[in-house]
């Protein structure tokens, strides 16, 4: 950053509290760092914001095709036959079932709806396209048996979300009612918008971004790979998309939401005015989060029909 050039940064204290608690665990220069110390990193900082498990919500660990691992969360109550299908965030280079387990708990409960995760592989050791190659593999999985599905992931497992939607719609595969983007990375232009108007943001830079997108080695104008690349939305499922102003995929999230809308699909879209990207984790002790993952959890309630 040059010198004199001021970092956005909101001014919700709780929000602010939660990044440099993150930064604790995290560093602003992680991406300079071994893959294996990101994941370390990565892992400490996500047990550091574990949340306590509701009161009677059961989990199972199985595989798909004997080599994905999957978790599957049942909450005490369930009202629908629909299930929500979660790809976590990371880059694409950390997370895991572990690091997002306390956020897919939290959404099933109150969705009372059941939930699988997933631990597709990760860059640089699996390059594109063997995450999204997992991630499809498990929703023909879980539509094989007939019941409707709602996909929602975060950042990367946003962009994974809108890619194996659209290549579902493209092989005729039925049953999803439903995806949820949150503060997605969709394949914007790195040069314009808010990669450049928050290309110093916390919790997240331009710079980061790119570096995540090199060791992906998704092609570019791939709409699986990259969403905003696809010039023809229509028939896609409702969509519940939000964002964070102080997040340099901001724009993505906007763009994105505005063509569905174009395109006719039932979008529902919201900015959270004072988040950073990643605010999901901060649910319990930002106002602005609490707030955000409650809208997010009632959308997504609303998607299988609990709402």
């Known amino acids: 950053m040059d010198q004199g050039v001021l970092k956005p940064m909101p001014t919700e204290e709780g929000i602010l509290a939660f990044h440099r608690r993150c930064e604790a665990f995290y560093p602003a220069d992680a991406v300079d760092a071994s893959i294996e110390q990101q994941r370390k990193w990565y892992d400490a900082l996500c047990a550091e914001f574990d949340a306590p498990s509701p009161e009677g919500l059961t989990r199972e660990d199985a595989l798909v095709e004997d080599r994905i691992p999957i978790r599957r969360y049942r909450p005490a109550t369930v009202s629908t036959d629909t299930r929500i299908y979660y790809i976590h965030g990371g880059g694409f280079v950390v997370g895991s079932l572990d690091s997002h387990d306390a956020i897919c708990a939290e959404l099933a409960d109150f969705a009372h709806a059941e939930l699988v995760s997933v631990d597709y592989r990760l860059a640089p050791d699996h390059v594109w396209p063997a995450a999204f190659e997992d991630c499809y593999a498990v929703l023909q999985a879980l539509l094989a048996d007939g019941r409707p599905v709602v996909v929602a992931g975060d950042s990367a497992g946003g962009n994974l979300t809108a890619g194996i939607v ?99 699909v039932n979008v529902t879209f919201r900015e959270e005015p004072q988040m950073i990207h990643a605010w999901l984790r901060a649910r319990h002790m930002s106002e602005g989060a609490r707030e955000g993952f409650r809208r997010l959890a009632g959308g997504i309630a609303v998607l299988v029909g609990t709402g």
């Open 166 to 264: 659209l290549k579902a719609r493209a092989d005729g595969l039925p049953g999803i009612v439903g995806q949820a983007l949150i503060y997605p990375g969709l394949g914007g232009d790195l040069v314009s918008g808010s990669y450049i108007e928050m290309s110093e943001a916390p919790g997240l830079t331009t710079a980061d971004t790119k570096y995540y997108r090199d060791i992906l080695q998704a092609p570019a104008d791939n709409p699986f790979a990259a969403p905003l690349a696809e010039t023809d939305l229509s028939g896609l499922p409702p969509t519940y998309i939000t964002g964070a102003f102080f997040d340099p995929l901001r724009d993505d999230a906007r763009i994105y939401a505005a063509r569905l809308a174009m395109a006719g």
